[in-house]
Structure formats: C-alpha cells, structure tokens
Nanobody
Framework: QVQLVESGGGSVQAGGSLRLSCAVF????????MGWFRQAPGKEREGVAS???????SYADSVKGRFTISKDNAKNTLYLQMNSLKPGDTAMYYC???????????????????????WGQGTQVTVSS
C-alpha cells in the first residue's frame, strides 16, 4: 500500500523560508512522477511544482524563482524548498505520486484527475504579512 507522509509545514512571516518533505512508503519514488499541490480555503487544489522520472521539473508561474522541488531517490523522499514566502502562499500543501507516465508539465494539470494518483494527508503553511 502506497503511503505519502508530509512534514515541514508551519507559520512564518513574509520573506521567510520553509522546507517541506514527503516520505514515500510502499513504492519506489524513482519510478514515479511526483509533485506538490496546495489548496487554500474556498479554492481548488492547484499544482505548485512537479518532477518526473527523468528529473525534469515544472513550476507554477506564481512560485517560479522562489520554490525548488527535488527528490532524494535513496531516501525515497520528495522535498519542496520554499523561499521568499508570501501571504498568498498560505494553504494546505499536499504531495502526490503517480506511476502514470506523465511529464512534469502535464502532472501539474492532471494529477488531481488521475485515478492512479496517491496523496498525502497535507501539511499547513501559513505566511503572515
């Protein structure tokens, strides 16, 4: 059974940094396209960053230059380094995994609709001004 466990969320002031982690159990992350998604109250879940099996990454325009996604295959863990945080980044952040052969760019848009996708329980990020 595939299980994703996120950690690293918290409350920071604008301009601060956080590093999210997503540990993968029950599947080898190297074989999966993975991504970070977020959902603010009253809004739909949106793609933030993704990384495919080739290591190619893709980012939402709103986080380009501030967020960096990476994957440590030896530790079977996905990361999201978030710098220069803004109040607009406040949301519940989820990691996801799929073995459907999608590219990083595709994953940002389709992960929420893939039956093969597995999701973590989420970690809250709150950025105050």
């Amino acid at each position: 059974q595939v299980q994703l466990v996120e950690s690293g969320g918290g409350s920071v002031q604008a301009g601060g940094s956080l590093r999210l982690s997503c540990a993968v159990f029950g599947y080898t992350a190297i074989n999966a396209c993975m991504g970070w998604f977020r959902q603010a109250p009253g809004k739909e879940r949106e793609g933030v960053a993704s990384i495919d099996v080739d290591g190619t990454t893709s980012y939402a325009d709103s986080v380009k230059g501030r967020f960096t996604i990476s994957k440590d295959n030896a530790k079977n863990t996905l990361y999201l380094q978030m710098n220069s945080l803004k109040p607009g980044d406040t949301a519940m952040y989820y990691c996801a995994l799929t073995w459907t052969p999608v590219t990083a760019i595709q994953a940002l848009g389709v992960m929420t609709r893939l039956q093969s996708a597995h999701w973590g329980q989420g970690t809250q990020v709150t950025v105050s001004s």
